[in-house]
């Protein structure tokens, strides 16, 4: 798939059929009361095509759907090994349909084609294959309980579940939430954003062909203010798992408080810090920066956006990293040798040149980009942006941009790079680069994220839980750990005649 010219995926885009109607009980269906709403390709800003815009009355039914089929065991009763089966043959038609879900992604989010193709469809397959395979090695206890007695632990499903995900990487935060939640054995309604649905209506038909029973899997397209509120507050769901902003995530926790304390997992946003050292490997160091924060056009959760370099290799540091933006310059998604696409939408490119103007206004200097660019396209394409002489009190040191914005703060030793680092509400990420394992560890152990690299930025696989501190959220993805968000523990004591 990635030998592929522009022209082979305009061609393959212009044959694309898109599927846009919801998916509960094993077809796709309008929604009930009928709406729909365009999704638009942010590349050109021409519709897509007419996805169901379903409603509190279309949550209600996939709810009693999924209650029943939980009910009837025939998935969460199914033996783990058979559960495996099913989740490893929808990864393999996942992956037979890889070019067409790859452009799907490319489209709806503008997310450059060689990032669906070579990062986005990859990770949802193993994330997948993975969970699938790892259900049939997860063992239970047995406590350490006198002779006379036997108490085992066991996991077992949470019943229905809900995931509510968002635009950014609409498959791959799908791919998250369904596999360990479905392995376990749950039934789920997933809400994609409204604005990216797409993948996710895809390849939930592929699961119903690799044999997941109908009923088991839902997906519906909808608004969050309407239909996810209503999912969130619902008391037939038993859990509810979600990827998205802070701002949403403190309201799904009061929605859980004032409906049935249903167990919420959350994973959100970030402001994460980048610690540059004067004695690391610089140029891996600046490629590497630019990477953490222009990579999805800084619209990544984990995005490096606080560039925090010491003093003494600051004016060499950032004229370095401004030579790596050039290679960032943003370009149309379809073509295979596009780094960066578009911003989401037009009021995502406004959020974003905003905060490059307050920036300045406290006292930033703008060092490259912070310019609109492409307008002719139709999309909203912004340029790789960096502001120096930036303070960590300022407001773009401390919100989320959501765009390719870096802020470079300077440090004198490593006990301020570690206070600047933390001062922050957020901890869902961050790296370290020095070639001195004492400082590397000592800053990488003293800072407060989730997920921490040494020498690399974005390092990590499947084989390791992903989540954050503080306000970044309290649940984790990937690994083995996601099956504690989908399962209770349940113990049961046995007593013998002795
Ligand atoms: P968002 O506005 O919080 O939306 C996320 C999802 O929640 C969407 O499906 C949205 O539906 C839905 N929603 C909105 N209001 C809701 C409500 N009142 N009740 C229930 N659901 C509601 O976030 P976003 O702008 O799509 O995504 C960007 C954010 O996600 C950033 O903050 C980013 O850091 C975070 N993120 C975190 C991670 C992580 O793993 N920590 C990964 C990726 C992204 P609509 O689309 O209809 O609004």
Redesign the pocket.
Known sequence: MLDKTKNDWKSLAAGLKIEGRAFINGRYQGALAGGTRATVNPANGQQLTDVANCGVEDADRAVQVARATFASGIWASMSPADRKTVLIRWAELIEDNADEIALLECLDVGKPIADTAGVDVPSAIRTIRWSGEAIDKAYDQIAPTPRDCLALIQRLPLGVVAA??????PLS?TAWKLAPSLATGNSVIL?????TPLSALRIAGLASDAGLPDGVLQVLP????S???H??LHDDIDGLT????????K??MQ?SGASNLKRTFL????KSPNIVFADSNLEKAAMFAAIAVFYNGG????AGTRLIVEESIREKFVEMVVAQSRKWMPGDPLDPSTAMGPMIDAAQLKTVADYVEIGQQEGASLMAGGKQVMEESGGSYYEPTILDDVNNNMRVAQE?I?GPVMSVIGFKDAEEAVAIANDSIYG?AGAVWSNNINTAHRVAAAVRVGTMGINNYFGGDMTVP???FKQ??NGR?KSMHAFDDYTELKTTWIEFDA
Do not use: M
């Open positions: 509510i995900v968002p635009w950014n990487f935060t809400k994609p954003a409204s604005n909808g608004s969050g203010g239909l996810g509120r999912l969130a979600f990827t998205g902003s802070t701002e949403v995530g309201q799904l929605y994973e959100l946003g970030g619209q990544t959760c984990t989320e959501f869902l992903f989540g954050g970044s959220g993805d």
